[in-house]
């Protein structure tokens, strides 16, 4: 192997004209040929090696998309160098050719990472569907690497995903913010990354040597939010056999996450708008004030604002939380996000379940595209992670997700537009008949329907009460 051939290359020196860079190795000259007649024509830059070596050695010379690969090479075969070539240029896809293909050939090949097998002679329609599906997970790849790398470099930001325009926006935003000691609020519907956006903001701050401490609000009754949040002495209550330190305390210096603020009642409110106000608190039935230093940040999946208007959340402490807002606009806003969650969401489960990378097919991709994610990226993580496990080769096609994704179960409503709706309306339409739909199906039990659809059943609600959806009698117990 040349000594260039050693160096991994990531990043595409592609020029941005071409739709991708191509290396034939083949040993046969005029398949060589015709292959690069083929696919210049279709646009491709294309260079082409007669053996293992010099692929390997073209390869370390500059940046590829695709490998185009023979098995049967003279010298060392195109199945002994593959997987050099995957360890060296993990990121190149391989398509392996063959004209004396066997079943267990292409076994090894596709265990050994290539993402396609094709025969001698070919069909030069399929061939160049493939290569272009190879060429766009490569590109997709590389994407999300370099994306991810500027935004580690930029924010530090080393788990959250995102190119659209508002999330862009928001990596911005967290980036002023964070380093100042400013109350944020995070809104936006469930799943839609408000707790992963309020560590961002701890680890980008100067507090990030300390603790960051979430808490949820709705989940505990009034009496124990309040012992856990300020923390109580001896005494305090039948059980309090001992003093305890609050949230606040275990958080000073640090970032208190309070989130689901909206569920909080009144009178805890109160005490936390003294905290925000004097950064000072007394333990239950405590006679000492304790003095401390913690940011908050709050998150809330209702529409603070319009329980501020029905007194049931308090103006003063909604202002006072309102210093910054980020608003997480939910998926179906920011499909361009799609794809690069698939790929970040892939490789993490792959990784963690010990699998070879999983690709997602075109296939697979466009129902992921079309589906409207009522559950938002948490939705969409769960469906990869199941795909995943279920999967036993490298490719998730459609027939590894959930059948209400790929539209084998109801129907999707055909709602003809009227002249004057906008495309938000439309959506707003089509979510309502799929959400009557399934709650018809469930006999109305919204439990069941939330379960089915795999967001909380909080959300199914907001839902209901933001389409006006009239909720019939339960017609059956599930
Ligand atoms: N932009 C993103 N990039 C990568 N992962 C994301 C992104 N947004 C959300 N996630 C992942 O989706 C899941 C849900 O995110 P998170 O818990 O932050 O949502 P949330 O808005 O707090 O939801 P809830 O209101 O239900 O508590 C998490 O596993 C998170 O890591
Ligand atoms: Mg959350």
């Known amino acids: 192997m040349s000594e260039t051939a050693v160096i991994p290359r990531q990043l595409s020196d592609t020029p941005a004209s071409s739709r991708g860079c191509i290396l034939i190795i ?7 040929e015709s292959l690069q007649t083929l696919l210049e024509f279709e646009g491709y830059e294309v260079e082409a090696a007669g053996t293992g070596e010099e692929g390997l050695s073209k390869l370390g010379e500059r940046s590829f998309d695709l490998v185009l690969l023979d098995l049967a090479l003279p010298g060392r075969s195109g199945i ?9 240029y993990s990121q190149i896809s391989v398509i392996m050719i063959t004209a004396y293909g066997t079943v267990e050939d292409a076994v090894r ?15 030069n329609e399929k061939l160049l569907a ?35 325009e508002p999330m862009l926006k928001i990596f911005d935003l967290v980036a002023q913010v964070a380093p100042s000691r400013s109350t944020v609020l995070l809104q936006g519907e469930s799943g839609t990354g408000k707790e992963l956006i309020a560590k961002a903001l701890h680890l980008n701050s100067t507090r990030r040597d300390r603790t960051f401490v979430p808490v949820n609000t709705g989940s505990m009754p009034p009496d124990l939010l309040e012992s856990t949040l300020f923390g109580h002495v001896k005494g305090a209550f039948t059980s309090a056999i001992a003093s305890k330190k609050g949230l606040f305390e275990i958080a000073d210096r640090g970032t208190l996450f309070l ?6 009642g009144l009178d805890t409110q109160s005490k936390i708008l003294l905290v925000l106000q004097y950064r000072r608190f007394m333990h239950l039935c405590g006679v000492h004030e304790v003095q401390v230093d913690v940011r908050i940040i709050a998150a809330t999946n209702v529409d603070l604002r319009q329980m501020v208007r029905e007194g049931k959340f308090r103006e003063d ?21 799609i794809p690069l969650l698939v790929e970040f969401f892939l490789r993490k489960y792959s990784d963690e379940n ?17 589906y409207s994610w009522p559950g938002n990226v948490r939705e969409l993580e769960n469906v990869v992670e199941r795909a995943v496990v279920l999967s036993s080769g490298p490719d998730i096609g459609a027939d590894l997700l959930p059948d209400h994704i790929v539209g084998r179960g109801a129907p999707i409503p055909l709602i003809e537009p009227r002249g004057d709706a ?3 309306d439309v959506m707003e339409e089509c979510e309502r008949h799929i959400i009557v739909d399934m709650l018809e199906k469930c006999g109305w039990n919204q439990t069941e329907a939330a379960e089915r659809f795999h967001i909380p059943l909080s959300t199914l609600n907001q839902k209901i009460k933001r389409l006006s959806i009239e909720i019939k009698k339960k017609i059956r117990d599930c």
Do not use: C, H
Request: proline share 5%; glycine share 4%; net charge positive.
């Open 26 to 32: 083949d040993d046969e000259v005029e398949i060589r």
């Open 109 to 123: 090949a596709m265990q050994s990472g290539a993402v396609n097998f094709l025969q001698k002679p070919w069909d």
């Open 422 to 424: 906008s495309l938000f």
């Open 259 to 264: 989130d689901e603020i909206g569920t909080m």
């Open 354 to 370: 010990q699998r070879q990378l999983r690709r997602v097919t075109p296939e697979g991709l466009r129902p992921l595209l079309n």
């Open 317 to 337: 402490l909604f202002y006072r939380l309102n210093v910054i807002t980020i608003d997480l606009p939910p998926l179906r806003q920011r499909k361009e996000d």
């Open 80 to 88: 002994e160098i593959l997987p050099e070539i995957r360890s060296l």
């Open 130 to 164: 493939d290569v272009r599906a190879a060429v766009a997970r490569r590109r997709a790849e590389e994407e999300n690497i370099q994306l991810k790398r500027a935004l580690k470099q930029r924010y530090n930001f080393e788990s959250i995903v995102g190119k659209s």
